[in-house]
């Protein structure tokens, strides 16, 4: 906690920029979807910042980052606050920087989208679709994640089985970041460097612009296969992965998740497994007659305009995390977890795995690619008993060759993708030499 005092000093030397002390607000903003995880809520529920600010310029996030650094209060950046373990959670209290007013879409041009850092990763996708560009990848929360936030947190995305996961997609081309001094640097990163901050959870440098790549735009058709058994949707994923079919999307899950898919439900209806993707129009037939030779059946194919006349939900909207907010939406004894499968992952290991968890474990799996391989990352449900059976799941998964991303951690080291070199955290010395920035993630960072 910062004294109030400091913090009206703080106050009186941000002059115009947008702040707040009120309370609500500063509980709303001090909180993101950590919420997913029973280990994590006692942790960081009390978290809070002492203020909160909303810069709408260059010079206003200069104007905070000056008066913070001179009064050594901790600078907590916020997105759309989407975050899964208490990313954009003020450890420390201090200044909560809202990026939300700072969210234009600078440029279209071919190939290349140029965004302030809190434009809405939806705003930047709908202004490249109307040049017939689209992003490379995005997460199912677009509506409300920023860019900066999907960069400083995100990991892949819906698009991830076509060009990869986003650190080795290319999709970043250059980032502008401002550094934690008093008289604060822009600094512009391309190439490897953009590394140094993507996935960093905002504790290196504060990301005021991107240059993201964009790729000619396709017609994505949604569509649903159901198979008899979640061994055959996992052998078709595996060949569709193989396969020449152009895919958006390839989401596993199997027929206990039907209760959470209401707005589905005469396709999904629980008595069979099913693949959710995004078809690119010319490969629907030939997805199909794949999934035929697993047992697969056609249970829907529909483009944007016939799934919204039918008031459907759209195929990105039930991806990724949002298939576990869909169940915790009905359910909040569920939790999750984050496994990458071994590859090759075969049918028999996640039948086995179905019959050793029974109803504590439901399984969900997205396709995504890394270093031109299938990369099979689990987002199974978990039935939260204890925290020590929690653990006890986890090593089981691990025992089976798996590679756990634990989410159950608010430390950035602890989930497992984090800089064995170093390199990372010599320059976040370099941008932010006090450690302002987001204290308490870094366990290498008191
Ligand atoms: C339902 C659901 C579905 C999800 N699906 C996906 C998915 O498909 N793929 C995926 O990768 N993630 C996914 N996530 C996680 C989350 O949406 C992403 O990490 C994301 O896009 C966060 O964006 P945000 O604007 O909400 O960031 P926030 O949660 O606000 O911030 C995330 C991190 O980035 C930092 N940050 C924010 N803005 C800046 C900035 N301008 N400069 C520097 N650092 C900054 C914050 O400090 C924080 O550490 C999902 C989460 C939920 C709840």
Redesign the pocket.
């Known amino acids: 906690m910062t004294g109030q005092i400091l913090i009206a000093q703080f106050r009186r030397d941000i002059g115009d920029v947008s702040s707040t002390v009120d309370e609500r607000q500063i509980r709303q903003k001090s909180h993101?979807?950590h919420w997913?995880s029973p280990v994590l809520t006692p942790q960081l529920q009390n978290c809070m910042a002492d203020v909160v600010v909303q810069p709408r310029s260059e010079e206003e996030i200069a104007a905070v980052i000056a008066a913070a650094v001179k009064y050594r209060i901790p600078i907590?950046?916020?997105?759309?606050?989407?975050?899964?373990y208490g990313?954009?959670v003020p450890l420390k209290g201090g200044v909560l920087v809202d990026?939300t007013g700072f969210n234009k879409i600078m440029a279209v041009e071919p190939g290349i989208v140029r965004t302030q850092?809190?434009a809405t990763?939806g705003g930047a996708l709908e202004a490249a679709l109307a040049t017939g560009q689209q992003l490379m990848m995005y997460?199912?929360?677009l509506t409300?994640?920023?860019v900066?936030?999907?960069l400083?947190?995100?990991?892949?995305?819906?698009g991830s089985v076509r060009h990869g996961i986003?650190r080795e997609s290319g999709m970043i081309q250059s980032l502008k970041i401002m550094t934690i001094e008093e008289t604060p640097r822009i600094l512009t990163l391309s190439g490897s460097d953009v590394g140094f901050?993507f996935h960093s959870?905002?504790t290196t440098?504060?990301?005021l612009e991107t240059q993201l790549k964009l790729v000619p735009a396709e017609t994505w058709i949604d569509c649903i296969a159901t198979f008899p058994t979640y061994g055959d949707v996992i052998a078709f994923g595996n060949a569709a992965f193989a396969s020449d079919l152009d895919m958006f999307l390839l989401s596993a899950v199997e027929r206990r998740f039907a209760p959470y898919y209401k707005r589905l439900s005469q396709y999904f209806d629980g008595n069979r497994d099913a693949m959710f993707s995004m078809v690119k129009e010319s490969d629907v037939d030939r997805y199909f007659a794949l999934a035929a030779t697993f047992n697969g059946h056609r249970s829907m194919a529909v483009s944007e305009a016939e799934s919204n006349a039918a008031k459907l939900r759209r195929i990105h909207t039930t991806?990724?995390?949002?298939t576990?907010?869909m169940a915790l939406q009905v359910d909040r004894a569920w939790t999750y977890l984050q496994v990458v499968m071994p590859n090759p992952y075969e049918p028999k290991l996640v039948e086995e795995q179905m019959r050793r968890f029974g109803d504590e474990v439901l399984m969900h799996h997205e396709y995504t690619k890394e270093k031109g391989r299938c990369r099979i990352g689990g987002l199974p449900l978990i039935r939260y008993t204890t925290e020590q059976r929690l653990n006890e799941i986890m090593r089981s998964f691990e025992a089976d060759g798996c590679v756990l991303n634990n989410p159950h951690i608010f430390k950035l080291e602890d989930g497992g993708r984090f800089d064995p070199e170093g390199r990372k955290m010599a320059f976040r010395a370099s941008v932010d030499p006090l450690g302002l920035l987001?204290p308490g993630?870094l366990r290498s960072v008191s």
């Open positions: 993101d979807f997913y907590t950046v916020r997105g759309g606050g989407t975050g899964n990313q954009s990026m850092a809190g990763i997460p199912s929360t409300s994640a920023t900066g936030g999907y400083g947190g995100g990991f892949a995305g819906i986003i901050v959870w905002g440098g504060i990301i991806a990724f995390n949002h576990t907010l987001n993630k």
